[in-house]
């Protein structure tokens, strides 16, 4: 500034046409100058920045909070979404253990019907066994006695001594072979 | 502007494209004494006005959704702090209200003494050298203060050969000792040429009047020129609060990391 000054106190007598040079304003200008830089940097100071700075703060932590609560809802809805798939599985494979147990009882009750019938059948079959064994049985008795009344007859007919005894002995004997 | 350039009964074209310059006390006559009233108070008022309409009352919603008015208070908010950051680093935040102030200052001023009949108080060296002196010593005395005689590292270019390192740092000196010089010119000198030429085409566009067949020709052109020129101090009045600005922001970065 110092240089300048010089200049202009040269300049000033000599060419009043340059008011930028006229030194006789200077001490008014750097007056006001100065009380208006300083209002301005107490106005910003102490109102302006802290107010604005304070705005871009909230916003930036408005917007922050908004990522984060969206977030947030994307994982909710995300966990909601699995629960129901989980909820949808559980209930297929219960509806899967359901259908398999009621398999598992129907065949259950038709097994043991099956097994009971088949129990029945073989019961009555060794029962008819039985019986046609007693029949058969009584059969050959019948035909024991009557081999022996024949044989005993014929001895007597034939005008022998029917001894019983040897008579049975015989007719047993023939009767086994 | 142009109003007096045709002054009543005066015959042909009349210049005085540095009358808008002047300084003049804003209540009558007289000498202008160091606490006068005058048009560089009104103008500068106006800036003082502008900057707290904007930054104070266009902010006082403290709108998360912000208004047109704050929005851009905000984008002036974050366009010199981010400068201040990236050019001066972090640690010379401190000074961001600082140069906020200035930026403002003169980013207003520019564009108040673009209206017309307007006066630009940037235009005045005496303004501009007293800001370009409060970063030069602002400058300096935080370079000695945070670095003390570490700080004429700055003018000592360790990375030139040794030779030569006594010569550049001659000259280092003497372009630190420029720097508020041309800081301070540049911007008064922008802005005076810059109105001092719409001051010389307004001269010309009432040719008209005084003559129809030459005003055919100048008047058109002359007041295309004036809407060409002023279009373009539009831009220098951003461009030179920016360029104060950044400069600023670069001179303290020396003072904060003055290695090279």
């Known amino acids: 500034m110092a240089s300048e000054t010089h200049d202009a106190a040269g300049q000033a007598a000599s060419t009043p046409g340059l008011p930028q040079l006229d030194l006789s304003t200077f001490g008014n200008q750097i007056f006001w100058l100065l009380v208006t830089l300083v209002v301005i940097y107490f106005v910003l100071s102490r109102i302006a920045l802290p107010r604005i700075a304070a705005v871009m703060a909230e916003r930036q932590g408005a917007i ?3 990522l984060a609560a969206a977030e947030d809802l994307k994982a909710k809805a995300v966990q909601a979404e699995q629960a129901y798939l989980k909820a949808l599985a559980d209930a297929r494979t219960e509806a899967q253990t359901i259908v398999g147990q009621a398999k598992a009882e129907i065949k259950a009750e038709l097994d043991a019907a099956t097994a009971k019938a088949d129990a029945e059948i073989a019961a009555r079959a060794a029962e008819g066994e039985k019986k046609i064994a007693e029949i058969r049985a009584n059969a050959i008795d019948s035909v024991k006695e009557v081999a022996l009344a024949a044989a005993a007859e014929i001895v007597a007919v034939m005008g022998g001594k029917a001894d019983a005894k040897t008579v049975g002995a015989a007719v047993a004997d023939r009767m086994k072979g | 502007m142009a109003t007096e350039a045709h002054g009543a009964g005066e015959p042909g074209l009349v210049f005085h494209p540095m009358d808008q310059f002047m300084v003049k006390p804003l209540f009558g006559e007289g000498a202008v004494g160091v606490f006068t009233l005058t048009n560089v108070t009104l103008w500068m008022a106006l800036t003082v006005l502008a900057i707290f309409a904007l930054l104070v009352l266009g902010t006082s919603r403290r709108a998360t959704i912000p208004t047109r008015t704050q929005s851009v208070a905000e984008l002036l908010y974050d366009f010199v702090r981010k400068m201040v950051e990236d050019v001066a680093g972090k640690d010379a935040l401190v000074f961001f209200p600082y140069i906020m102030t200035l930026f403002l200052f003169i980013l207003f001023a520019n564009f108040l003494g673009l209206l017309p009949m307007a006066f630009t108080t ?4 005496a303004v501009t050298a007293v800001m370009a002196m409060m970063v030069f010593l602002t400058v300096t005395i935080v370079g000695f203060v945070k670095h003390g005689a570490g700080f004429l590292g700055l003018f000592w270019v360790s990375s030139a050969p040794l030779a030569l390192r006594p010569v550049l740092a001659l000259i280092e000196v003497i372009s ?5 010089v041309s800081h301070s010119i540049r911007l008064a000198g922008n802005m005076m040429a810059g ?7 307004a001269a010309f566009a009432p040719m008209i009047l005084i003559s129809t067949g030459i005003g055919l020709v100048v008047t058109p052109l002359s007041i295309l020129a004036i809407s060409t020129i002023y279009a373009l101090e539009v831009l220098v009045a951003f461009i030179q609060a920016y360029v104060f600005t950044i400069l600023t922001c670069v001179y303290l970065k020396d003072a904060l990391h003055p290695s090279h």
């Open chain 1, 64 to 66: 922050t909070n908004d």
């Open chain 2, 195 to 201: 109105h001092a030429v719409v001051k010389v085409f």
């Open chain 2, 122 to 125: 940037t235009s005045h060296i």
């Open chain 2, 176 to 180: 630190y000792f420029v720097r508020p």
